[in-house]
């Protein structure tokens, strides 16, 4: 069968320095999987090295059976919020409007449809009332929010999110959730680094722990348990029991 | 009224006129992109590391336009190169290079030319434009807003999100080196009208001035283009009513034009903003008062 991700013996560096160790492991379609795991663990990483954004030292990347290069265009990546430029002279609606490019090929321009179509992203978001506005003149859901509409224009197969939840409203929260399940429903794979651990198991069906190593990966029900967990958390805990020792 | 006479009746004024504004036209436009992707220190850079191509031209007799773009891609890929292969930080790597690029420019030119060409190459001499290198400017303008006109997609997303543009497939390092490429050849056209020292004014001032009146980028563009026609008009003929160099009249016009909107522009002008911050204080030390 093809899986929506297989990933074999993954290997990443910054300057000489390991960020991944040796990662392995399939995914099937239709699923909306987690990559959790602490701060530093890899998990922004792992998301860029997959899209081939960043070199890595060894290892195979297949989506859906076939190349990174040969599947980019069906892929539909939002950055973390901190690496964007919110001062960039550019709309809410033309930002989603750039969702529409890699459908277009390099000389041909959008024309209304791909307005009206993302207009209509915009909608689903909940965001269309503020389209005029500059991006950065929205509070960070609103922004979160006009990124995934920006995703939903590309007509994308595979959705990868990178901490899309961190300092955002309950409100736009729970509004990409809801799309992000309405996608897997469609069959659409998705997934999301996310480092809290408090709603990981009712927003994912499948979790990848991350810690530099791949500690688990499978679905929520099995990895999601306090023993796997602290695997992933440990230096975190450990830190934190020394200082109780301390104190 | 006499500078319109003189427009009517002498031709090297008409070409100096022609030449400058296609020049801040030019400028305008590739400067949007410079200074969106936060590459000023790469425009000044250029424009210096232009220098020896310009001398080495003139060794070999053949249009200055050849050797100044080739050194100015050279300087691109060097910084590059550093940077990659490196600790050396992005601006570091731009300092050593660009400075070795000019030294080597300065030593070049005071071999085999009088200081009054240095003079010119440095400071621009916008009087002594001659036809061919008015069609030269024509020509690398046109190639310049034919470029900016058939790649505005690409250039757009991967100045705003060159992760995105990644991503789906886009080659943003040939993309940068693209633009190094057009931004060497408006310095070269900028040569005679500005001067190497003074080209990242016009590459960068009328772009930021019209940052702080647009939140879209095609408006930006037209915005700068039209600020770097104006000051290269103006600048033109206060530099003739004074007699003061035309480049440097060129830019200190276009640095008037940045203080009006730096001051008024209304969202992002400082008066309006203080404005703004009054009123939402007094509003508030109503309510407290009530
Ligand atoms: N561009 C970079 N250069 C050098 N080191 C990096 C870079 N990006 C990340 N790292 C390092 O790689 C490790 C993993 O980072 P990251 O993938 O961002 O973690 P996470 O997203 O899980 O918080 C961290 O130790 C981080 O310091
Ligand atoms: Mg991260």
């Known amino acids: ?51 081939e954004l960043i070199p890595k030292d060894q290892g195979t990347v297949e989506v859906f059976g076939k190349s990174i290069n ?36 390099v000389f041909r321009r959008p024309n209304k449809k791909h307005r009206e179509w993302s207009y209509h992203c915009l909608e689903k978001v909940g965001m269309e009332k503020f389209s005029q506005r500059q991006i950065g003149e929205l509070s960070g859901g609103q922004q979160q929010r006009v990124f995934l509409a920006r995703a939903l224009a590309q007509k994308a197969d595979l959705f990868c999110l990178d901490e899309p939840f961190v300092g955002i409203d309950i409100t736009s929260e729970e509004t990409i959730v809801r799309i992000l ?33 791949l500690i688990d990966v ?16 440990e230096s ?3 830190f934190m029991k020394q200082n109780e020792v301390t104190v | 009224m006499e500078f319109i006479h003189a427009l009517l009746e002498y031709t090297f004024l008409q070409k100096a006129l022609l030449t400058s504004v296609m020049v ?5 436009v590739i400067g949007c992109f410079i200074i969106l992707r936060g590459m000023a ?43 990659q292969n490196s600790r050396i930080k992005n601006d570091a790597a731009i300092g050593i290079i660009f400075t070795a690029f000019f030294a080597i420019g300065i030593i070049l030119i005071s071999l085999v030319k009088s200081s009054t060409d240095l003079y010119h190459i440095l400071f621009g001499n916008v009087l002594a434009v001659r036809s061919s290198d008015m069609w030269i400017t024509l020509v690398i303008g046109i190639i310049i807003l034919a470029a900016v006109y058939a790649f505005y997609k690409e250039l757009l997303v991967s100045s705003f999100d060159p992760t995105m543009s990644a991503a789906y497939g886009l080659p943003n390092r040939l993309i940068h080196y693209f633009l190094m490429t057009l931004l060497t050849m408006v310095t070269v056209a900028s040569l005679q009208t500005v001067g190497v020292i003074l080209v990242v004014a016009m590459l960068i001032t009328p772009a930021a001035t019209a940052y702080l009146l647009t939140n879209r980028l095609s408006v930006m563009i037209f915005m700068s283009a039209a600020f770097g026609a104006i000051s290269a008009i103006f600048g033109l003929f206060l530099s ?51």
Request: net charge positive; charged share 15%; aromatic share 10%.
């Open chain 1, 236 to 238: 975190q805990l450990t």
């Open chain 1, 218 to 233: 499978g679905p929520v029900s099995e990895v999601f348990r306090p023993e796997i967990m602290m695997k992933a958390y």
């Open chain 2, 41 to 83: 220190l790469m425009g000044d850079a250029i424009s210096h590391a232009v220098l020896p191509g310009v001398a080495i031209s003139y060794m070999l007799g053949i249009n200055f336009f050849f050797g100044a773009v080739l050194t100015g891609v050279l300087t691109a890929v060097g910084i590059g190169y550093v940077s």
């Open chain 1, 1 to 51: 069968m093809t899986y929506a991700m297989s990933v074999q013996n993954l290997f990443v560096s910054y300057h000489g320095e390991e960020a991944l160790h040796d990662i392995n492991f399939t995914i099937e379609k239709g699923k909306l999987v987690g990559i959790i795991g602490p701060n530093g663990a890899g998990k922004s990483t792992l998301l860029k090295s997959l899209l």
């Open chain 2, 240 to 290: 003739l009513i004074y007699n003061v160099a035309s480049g440097a009249a060129i830019v200190l016009v276009s640095t008037f034009l940045f203080a009006l909107a730096f001051i008024f522009s209304p969202k992002q002008g400082v008066l309006f903003r203080t404005i703004r911050a009054r009123k939402a204080k007094s509003v508030l030390q109503d309510k407290s008062l009530s």
């Open chain 1, 181 to 213: 399940k309405e996608l897997r429903d469609e069959g659409k794979s998705v997934f999301v680094v996310h480092h809290d651990l408090s709603k990981a198991n009712t927003y994912f069906d499948e979790l990848i722990l991350l810690n530099k190593e």
């Open chain 2, 24 to 28: 801040g036209i030019i400028c305008g």
């Open chain 1, 70 to 105: 040969e599947m980019r265009k069906k892929i539909a990546y939002v950055p973390q919020r901190s690496d964007m430029d919110w001062t960039f002279p550019i709309s809410v609606i033309d930002t989603v409007l750039l969702g529409t490019y890699p459908g277009l090929g």
